[in-house]
């Protein structure tokens, strides 16, 4: 079945600033919006980079750049956010490059890059790498939010039914707190593998539990 894109969970409100504008400015841009970071763009709409709070913060960190220069056994990151807080520019204060998502790629695909990049938002790009959206944790969480019953029904409709092909009744699906629970018998045993991937990609399910029987086991001698 399918699963769930970017582009239906995204926030499609982007703030936006470019190169030039001033660190005040940026800095007034966030309060004013209540915003964590702004994608830094250039005409093209294209991201080059993106300036947070944590960038930010290194004007106070070294009193505006004004503070000697770290030793040479400082660590990098404490070296990058001293050239920062010299900078008056937000092509001065931004990270670069700025980590993005496409807005056709599957969830799944832009939670493991927050995770793995240990970011609060993505910024999305369509397709000539314009930003179009922004993606934050908060929009990923969001999708364990849906009704018990309504993941039951997609669960039934579009795994069991549509994706799988079964016959109604030959798979029973209790939902509980986003806990999919399914029962019943099916003739392989890789179709029960199957159907608890595929529960498991609906949007709001937060476990599976599958207990399943089989009669053939087709995986004899295959790892699972």
């Known amino acids: ?31 004013r919006e209540g915003i964590s970071a702004v994608p830094v763009v250039d005409g093209n709409l294209r991201p ?5 709070e944590a960038d930010l913060m290194a004007k106070r960190d070294f009193h505006a750049g004004t503070d000697p220069r770290p030793p040479w056994y400082s660590r990098r990151l404490r070296k990058a956010q001293w050239r920062k807080a010299k900078g008056i520019t937000a092509a001065d204060v931004m990270s670069s490059p700025a980590v993005t998502v496409g807005e056709d790629e599957p969830l799944t695909v832009a939670a493991r890059r927050l995770a793995e990049n240990r970011l609060r938002r993505l910024f999305v790009v369509d397709g000539e790498g314009r ?9 990923v969480l969001g999708t364990f939010l849906r ?45 029960t593998e199957v159907a608890r991937t595929l529960v498991g990609a609906v949007a709001g399910v937060v476990a599976v539990r599958s207990n399943l029987l089989y009669q053939i086991d087709d995986t004899a001698g295959t790892a699972l």
Do not use: C, F, N, Q
């Not at 079945?1 to 660190?23: F, N, Q, Y």
């Not at 795994?159 to 019943?184: C, E, N």
């Open 147 to 191: 009704a018990d019953e309504d993941i039951r029904a997609d669960i039934e409709r579009k795994v069991l039914a549509k994706g799988m092909w079964l016959i109604p009744g030959t798979v029973t699906v209790k939902v509980h707190d986003g806990i999919a629970t399914l029962y019943g018998t099916l003739e392989h045993r890789s179709s």
């Open 48 to 52: 080059v980079g993106v300036v947070s």
């Open 1 to 31: 079945m399918p699963e769930l894109t970017v582009a239906e969970v995204m926030t499609r409100k982007v703030v936006s600033v470019d190169p030039g504008t001033p660190v005040k400015s940026v800095i007034s841009t966030l309060a």
């Open 131 to 139: 930003v179009v959206g922004v993606l934050s944790r908060r929009d």
